[in-house]
């Protein structure tokens, strides 16, 4: 169900512009109290129902199991309130209800409702990990018309914590440089990616994940665009770069294989859904 290919990083997945004007984005302590629908959430899956041909989310009554205290107000979806609720996986759900892997391969919903998902799924995680202030350890509120929280002890406020990482494409002569994990569907391989370092610009980080994990050399560094990947809060910044020298040498801590594959023989790729294989599929021969 999701777009075959994206006319820009801007387009993919979990960005707000996949939602369209269908969702409008606004701060928990604003709920107007009004019936609306129910992202409700198991882990990583979003429950949804199958209604006249389409998936959409479930409204009306809570099934039975599910806290209504634990309900968070995002905004509105489709002109009515939209709130996330956890649930435990002992909670039995009704028949018309499916659960949807927001992170599997091919996930079986629209592009804007995988991406309220993953922002339902970031929302939570966010919430779940700021209830004590990280400075004193004193309990925080909501702070009025925002997504923060402030301090009743020592009065800090805290915003939601999103980490910066670099994926970047490496091409050199009709080949680009591919690594992989161990853990990963047999044969499959995507490319160097890592954390931004404290101190460093999304660049010097790039130069620096490629040299770590391969032992290989890049210049030419230049940003392509940028996905927000909400499992559980990362922004991935997506470059394309060229080799500029050194052999292969794996960094086997972290991975199984690294190695130059030509672009009209590459192996299996990450899904459509993701800025790594747009980087692949938009930048593995030209710029
Ligand atoms: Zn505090």
């Known amino acids: 169900m999701l777009p075959e290919s994206y006319l820009s990083p801007l387009h993919l997945p979990f960005n707000q512009s996949s939602l369209g004007n269908a969702f409008a984005f606004r701060a928990p302590d604003r709920d107007p109290g009004t019936d609306g ?92 990990n700021s209830r004590f202030c990280s400075r004193c350890g004193t309990e925080q509120e909501w702070l009025p018309g925002e997504w923060g929280k402030g301090c009743q002890g020592c009065g800090s406020h805290h915003f939601p914590h999103i980490h910066p990482c670099i994926i970047v494409v490496v091409r050199r002569h009709g080949e680009i440089l591919m690594t992989r994990k161990a853990e990963w569907q047999a044969g499959r391989y995507s490319l160097v990616a890592g954390f931004l370092d404290m101190g460093e610009c999304l660049e010097e980080a790039v130069v620096r994940e490629v040299r770590e ?9 230049r940003y392509v665009g940028s996905q927000s990947w909400p499992f559980p809060s990362q922004l991935m ?51």
């Open 37 to 128: 629908s129910w992202l409700l959430l198991r882990g990583a899956e979003l429950a949804v129902v199958a209604r006249e041909g389409s998936l959409s989310l479930p409204a009306g009554a809570l099934p039975a199991g599910v806290d209504r205290a634990q309900a968070l107000y995002i905004g509105e979806w489709q002109g009515a309130p939209c709130r996330v609720v956890p649930f435990e996986p002992g909670v039995e759900l009704p028949p018309e209800i499916e659960l949807c892997g927001l992170t599997s391969q091919w996930p079986q919903v629209s592009i804007a409702l995988l991406s309220l998902g993953g922002l339902a799924y970031q929302v939570l995680y966010w919430h779940a």
């Open 213 to 221: 994990e391969t032992g290989v050399e890049v210049e030419n560094v």
């Open 237 to 287: 910044t997506g470059f394309v770069a060229d080799y500029a020298g050194g052999e292969i040498r794996v960094e086997e801590k972290e991975l199984e294989d690294a190695r130059w594959f030509p672009v009209d023989d590459l192996p299996k790729l990450p899904p459509k859904r993701s800025i790594s294989r747009y980087l692949i599929d938009n930048y593995k021969d030209r710029d």
